[in-house]
């Protein structure tokens, strides 16, 4: 069966440090993989999605980056985190067409002090 | 335009009464449509999903939803509500855009209470 798994759970940095969230995924080949972010009391903004190894799409402009170095790996990246990185971020997969469901992490929740 | 609307962002319910939480879709092709629940600090997971056949829909939990076309609507329900399932709901449709790539739409979510 297929697993993901994401970590670390939660993560306290300080504003200007580097972040390294990364992600993967376990009984599947070549899935779609998601970063998303959830703010306090607002939906679920998609950061990025990536269709294949190296390829990745970027749906918003942001202070963040993503990798994806294997099939089943997907690294989210900051250089310096801001006070407005702070969030719930959720990485998912997905195999097959647009009926196909995204299967989810358990999350990071990240502060920045 | 493509869009998700929940009407509701907070429903009350008491334990053993039914639960209705409401979706609204917008979209110009055939869309598939989830509903997925989410508790506190934990993930998402996948309650159900349409995709084009059986316009009613079985999930888990107890959970089901009916797609109705003519009135663009996914309304998820269940029977009798019960504590666990206190959570937040997401209502969701996959669509294609003009670039043929695969897009998801999400709504704002319902927050679901469950009082004794």
């Known amino acids: 069966s297929q697993t993901i798994h994401q970590w670390p759970a939660t993560l306290v940095q300080p504003v200007g440090s580097p972040l390294s969230l990364e992600c993967t995924v376990e009984g599947t080949s070549n899935p779609n993989l998601y970063w998303y972010r959830q703010a306090a009391g607002r939906g679920l903004q998609l950061l990025f999605y990536?269709?294949?190894?190296?390829?990745i799409s970027s749906e918003v402009p942001q202070n963040l980056s993503a990798s994806r170095p294997q099939d089943r790996q997907f690294i989210l990246s900051s250089k310096k985190l801001l006070l407005s990185d702070s969030g719930f971020y959720l990485c998912?997969?997905?195999?097959?067409?647009?009926?196909?469901?995204?299967?989810f992490g358990n999350g990071t929740r990240l502060t920045v002090t | 335009a493509q869009s998700v609307t929940q009407l509701d962002s907070h429903v009350s319910v008491s334990e053993g009464t039914p639960v209705l939480l409401r979706c609204n879709y917008s979209s110009s092709y055939s869309p598939s449509l989830f509903w997925y629940v989410q508790h506190p600090n934990k993930g998402l997971q996948l309650l159900l999903k349409?995709?084009?056949?059986a316009t009613l829909v079985k999930g888990i939990n107890g959970f089901e939803a009916e797609f109705k076309k003519s009135e663009t609507s996914f309304h998820l329900t269940k029977p009798s509500a019960h504590m666990s399932d206190a959570a937040e709901y997401f209502c969701v449709v996959s669509v294609f855009n003009a670039g043929n790539n695969r897009k998801l739409i999400w709504g704002l979510g319902t927050s679901l209470a469950v009082n004794p």
């Open positions: 990536s269709v294949g190894i190296g390829q």
């Open positions: 998912a997969w997905s195999v097959g067409g647009s009926g196909s469901p995204l299967h």
């Open positions: 349409y995709t084009s056949a």
